[in-house]
């Protein structure tokens, strides 16, 4: 068993003092089996504190070339100049595909074009004020459910999520998702936990030898599958047995049903349109859930960062104009900047060298792994200051320019997050509303430590006390006699 560092979580004395925890750094090299094993545990914790300061971060992995990339211009190369080069590894189709499909996310070549040039307009600015009319009336909700746990211990991750999956379902297909949330929460869950790490087979098989010799993991996602898919059938079935509305596009779904490919005017096949709705719930709504957590439990570690935001949010018009109250959002919205650059859902990148390449000096070899980590490059050591330390300030208007290719929580480049606009428009409004009603506090000591399963997700449980805001809760009556 490895040595490791402890949680780097100070004492609460001062702002200045006090960090928010982090996954704990290795303090010696690791073999190749107890690297795997890593990655299948945390893969937060794959990379020593030289990671957090070199510019690339070289060696092997089941004897092929890995290069972890935290230089700008070198990420620049990789996701942009060169991006053709570069596709997404079959390990990673592997695990994904089974949930996935063939949707944006893990298409390539012209089908990845066609998918991204017929569903970008339906994610373009122009329908922001529509998808915040679904936000806030998912919204609402959930406050009406929280004022009924007040003052007294409440798992947030479950509200977030249940939150999340109300707001695709509105936005995506408006319907009410009491019906079929629990059984989607289920089937995520499910892969989540039982298929959603890569094994041996998955890294070491080559791409030929993918359906011809299936692993037991293999096995399990395809017949994972075709429960999802007759689950996906049901759901749009039963979209499609709404009236219609033709005067105006009620969601995304219509959005998507009535696209067409701007350059070959071809619309979606059955097929085509499940895997995008597969890929919207599932990216949209899971990594947003835990972007709201961890929004959340920065907010309750920082009583002050909350009180500026729900201040903020209450000269907002929330209620009237969404859409348009978030230029009115600065402090907010860097309270969601600084969370996603802090704990990014998607903590790493991989691509594939497709042909031999040079990248920062170094030569890369076909077949060549490439990852871009944002969990290590926002914790970089010469890209940020403090980089371990809570400060939104950083993201407030007039702060000093962040290095486009520092900062990716979203990706960057042709194949950047198509819905990055709508999920900041979503986390903003969110968060603003409910630290609008309520003061958030964390119950214990509130050290949780990341955890990487495929997205970033707090290790344990993490319970918090609700409260109205205007009234002191208990702990701050028993901190205000003892003062």
């Not at 004395?13 to 107890?34: D, G, H, I, V, W």
């Not at 060169?82 to 996310?105: D, S």
């Not at 307009?121 to 004020?129: F, G, H, K, N, S």
């Not at 297909?173 to 079929?180: A, D, H, I, P, V």
Request: charged share 20%.
């Amino acid at each position: 068993m490895e040595s490791e560092s402890k949680p780097f979580f100070f004492e609460k004395k001062s702002q200045k003092t006090f960090a928010p925890p982090r996954a704990p750094l290795p303090t010696r090299l690791r073999s190749q089996l107890e690297a795997f094993m890593v990655l299948r545990r945390n893969p937060l914790e794959l990379w020593g504190a030289p990671a957090y300061a070199l510019d690339v971060a070289e060696g092997k992995f089941l004897g092929r070339q890995q290069l972890l990339l935290n230089a700008p211009d070198a990420i620049r190369h990789v996701l942009v100049s060169n991006a053709a080069n570069y596709r997404r590894n079959e390990a990673t189709r592997r695990v994904l595909a089974p949930i996935l499909g063939e949707g944006l996310f893990l298409a390539e070549g012209e089908a990845w074009r066609h998918q991204r040039r017929t569903i970008a307009p339906a994610l373009a600015p122009r329908t922001m004020p529509m998808l915040a009319r679904h936000v806030v009336a998912a919204c609402q909700n959930t406050e009406a459910q929280l004022g009924r746990l007040l003052d007294r211990p409440v798992a947030l991750l479950p509200h977030m999520q249940t939150l999340a999956l109300n707001i695709a379902g509105q936005s995506m297909f408006s319907l009410e998702m009491s019906g079929y949330g629990a059984e989607l929460r289920g089937l995520i869950m499910e892969y989540g936990m039982r298929f959603a790490q890569p094994d041996l087979f998955d890294l070491l098989r080559p791409a030929a030898a993918f359906g011809a010799a299936a692993s037991p993991a293999a096995r399990g996602r395809a017949r994972f599958r075709v429960t999802w898919l007759a689950f996906l059938d049901r759901l749009i079935a039963a979209r499609r047995e709404q009236p219609s509305h033709p005067d105006a596009p009620r969601d995304l779904f219509d959005l998507l049903d009535a696209a067409r490919d701007p350059e070959t005017g071809a619309a979606f096949t059955h097929a085509q349109l499940r895997d995008e709705v597969s890929t919207m719930i599932l990216a949209g709504h899971e990594t947003t859930a835990v972007t709201l957590f961890w929004c959340l439990y920065l907010a309750a570690l920082y009583p002050e960062a909350q009180d500026a935001i729900a201040a903020e949010a209450g000269q907002a018009d929330l209620d009237g104009d969404p859409a348009g109250s978030l230029a009115s959002l600065p402090r907010t919205r860097a309270h969601v900047d600084e969370a996603l650059r802090l704990y990014p859902p998607a903590f790493m990148l991989t691509r594939e060298a497709i042909a031999a390449d040079e990248v920062a000096g170094r030569r890369v070899a076909p077949g060549s792994v490439v990852v871009i980590s944002p969990w290590v490059l926002h914790r970089h050591r010469r890209l940020w200051t403090a980089p371990d330390s809570f400060d939104p300030s950083r993201f407030l208007p007039g702060a000093p320019a962040v290095d486009r290719f520092a900062y990716l929580p979203f990706g960057a480049g042709p194949r950047i997050c198509v819905g990055a606009t709508f999920a900041l428009t979503e986390a903003v409004l969110v968060l603003a509303r409910l630290l609008r009603v309520f003061r958030i506090g964390l119950c214990g000591s509130g050290v949780v430590l990341p955890r990487g399963i495929v997205t970033t997700q707090p290790d344990r449980e993490v319970r918090f006390l609700v409260s109205p805001r205007g009234r002191l809760t208990a702990v701050e009556k028993q901190e205000a006699v003892l003062s």
